[in-house]
């Protein structure tokens, strides 16, 4: 006959697994939305001007690594802190900053990684950003990327941004880049 001891430990063992593992469908759970101040989703539109800037002695965007090879922007990785402005002149009304990165990522394309987020400085959006990421088909006329998320005023926001260069200096790297952003959010 067995020994009672182990007999019994090995219930109290068995006993202790199946409880604990049946709280672990307990790890989430639904939630009233007006405790975050959740109501009736909005959908926002709004122009800003991306000015990046890697010429000169102030630069807003610095590159971190080169390129694999000077035929390609393959590899290369770039760390922005990008004015945003209302107008294509860099010296239009500052609204706030898009701050991130971006990686060159195609090899026979020009193509880039964007992860940045905007993050606006001024009137009611003061605080509150956006955040992006998505490829970037640079040569492309109107190129889509997704809003994945955002904070403040666009906290659990999603959609999208269009870009479109409105203006690009091949010799220094300095380009103005239209962004159309359509935001869902509370």
């Not at 182990?6 to 939630?31: E, H």
């Not at 909005?42 to 630069?59: C, M």
């Not at 990008?82 to 002149?89: G, P």
């Not at 640079?138 to 926001?157: C, N, Q, Y």
Request: hydrophobic share 40%; aromatic share 12%.
């Amino acid at each position: 006959m067995a020994n009672p001891i182990l007999v019994i430990t090995s219930l109290v063992l068995l006993l202790a697994a199946v409880v604990s593992a049946g709280k672990g469908q307990y790890f989430a759970k639904n939630i009233n939305r007006k405790h975050f101040g959740l109501r009736k989703e909005k959908l926002t539109f709004f122009r800003v001007y991306w000015h990046d800037i890697q010429s000169g002695s102030n630069p807003s965007s610095v590159i971190l690594r080169p390129p694999l090879s000077n035929s390609s922007f393959f590899g290369a990785v770039t760390m922005i802190d990008n004015r945003l402005t209302t107008e294509v002149s860099v010296n239009s009304t500052l609204v706030g900053q898009a701050q991130g990165m971006y990686a060159g990522v195609g090899q026979h394309e020009g193509s880039a990684l964007m992860v940045m987020n905007f993050a606006f400085k001024t009137g009611k959006y003061n605080g509150s950003t956006i955040s992006i990421l998505g490829r970037n088909a640079v040569f492309t006329k109107v190129r889509e990327m997704p809003v994945i998320g955002g904070s403040g005023l666009f906290r659990f926001a999603r959609g999208y941004v269009e870009a479109r260069t409105k203006w690009l200096d091949l010799k220094t790297g300095d380009a103005t880049v239209e962004y159309s952003c359509y935001v869902l959010h509370y």
